[in-house]
């Protein structure tokens, strides 16, 4: 640290992502990622914007947006565009985040809440999640402050129901509730269609994910027109560029693929079936996934030793190190080929 940095961040820890290594020896299962590639679409439409890239982007987006807009029903002015979700999340953050509104969340999930809440200097609250992992929806009720919940959650995979989600909705009129679905392409229930019924309810999306486009750093939130009016005045005060040309374009690609998409999807799901299922044969206990990862707990072998292993043969998962969530290791999904490999290779392990 430099004596220049301000004092205010003299206490911050910036977030950890996962390792991205430069070569190509890896199983890369370690950050969530889409195994395919992007679609033919996207790559086509955003290599017609390279020789562009003198003139700044649309700030507005619209031609996305008019695509998204029919893709997902919802209005034009119902949606806003981020480079990636994490980018939206903080603009979430600076619109109705301060010194007298906090946040909560659970005391396991993505771990950019709280990164962000201490850049921010926002106090926040943990709620622990039941001993199953799963979220009691009561802890939420009449929170007096922002609530973020991941859903499905990460690094858990577990979903909560779209009735839960109303239930915590309904007990904090006076409050925002985001709903971060970073993974519900994977089996969740979107609460997309519940952005006109609830006036503070924000839901949180993004294409890293289940479109492929993790690279591109595209994201978006659907809420309420006030709502995305309040986000607008932020991004126009932070960076009104902040979706550029080929990544825009890739993202009209992607909306105008959307079969791509939905087939990708299905086959992580069954590659995610049969993973859990191999894994349970040699005493793995999976938590129930509805995303495109397994967070997966051994009878015997600690997370740290298993990602050490792994990685020894090539193969890199996730594994936290926090006391709660220690002995587990987060797996994503790859192809049904990647997941062979991965399921041959924790054969050898458990085997010695
Ligand atoms: C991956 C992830 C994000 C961030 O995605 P980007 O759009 O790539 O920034 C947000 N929330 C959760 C829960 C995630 O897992």
């Known amino acids: ?66 695509e998204m807009a029919k893709t997902f029903c919802v209005k034009e002015n119902q949606i806003i565009l ?16 301060d010194n007298n509104k906090g946040a909560v969340f659970a005391d396991i999930t993505y771990g950019f809440y709280s990164v962000q809440a201490d850049l921010l200097g926002v106090k926040y609250k943990k709620i622990p999640l039941k001993e199953d992992f799963s979220i009691c929806v009561e802890d939420y009720f009449n929170a007096g402050n922002v609530i973020f919940i991941a859903n499905p959650n990460a690094p858990t995979g577990i979903n909560l129901s779209l009735s839960d989600v109303e239930k915590v909705l309904i007990n904090n009129k006076d409050d925002i509730v985001v709903i971060d679905e970073a993974y519900v392409d994977f089996g969740g229930d979107s609460a997309i269609k519940l952005i006109d019924k ?11 994910k289940s479109r492929s486009m993790a690279g591109a750093r595209l994201g978006m939130a659907f809420a309420n027109e006030n709502l995305i009016q309040d986000l607008n005045s932020i991004k126009y005060c932070i960076n009104p560029y902040n979706v550029n040309k080929m990544t825009m374009c890739a993202g009209v690609g992607v909306m105008r693929d959307q079969r791509y998409t939905l087939l990708n999807c299905k086959k992580i799901i069954s590659a995610r079936e049969w993973t859990v299922c191999e894994l349970s044969k040699l005493g793995f206990t999976c938590l129930p996934s509805k995303t495109n990862f397994i967070f997966a707990k051994h ?6 030793f298993i990602y050490k292993k792994l990685k020894e043969n090539n193969i890199l998962v996730r594994y936290f190190s926090s006391e709660r969530i220690k002995d587990f290791n987060r797996i994503t999904i790859g192809t049904k080929k990647q997941m062979e490999v991965f399921v041959d290779t924790i054969k050898q392990i458990v085997k010695e």
């Open 82 to 97: 981020g480079n990636g979700s994490d980018e939206i999340l903080n603009y979430i953050f600076l619109a109705y985040c």
């Open 299 to 304: 009878c015997k072998l600690g997370g740290e």
């Open 198 to 208: 609830y006036q503070n309810l924000i839901v949180v999306q993004t294409f890293s």
């Open 1 to 66: 640290m430099s004596r220049f940095f301000s004092q205010k961040y003299s206490q911050l820890i910036p977030y950890t992502p996962g390792e991205q290594p430069k070569d190509n020896k890896y199983i890369k299962l370690n950050t969530n990622e889409s195994p395919f590639k992007p679609s033919k679409k996207a790559i086509k439409l955003a290599k017609t914007q390279a020789k562009r890239l003198n003139l700044y982007p649309d700030p507005t987006c619209s031609i996305l947006i008019r």
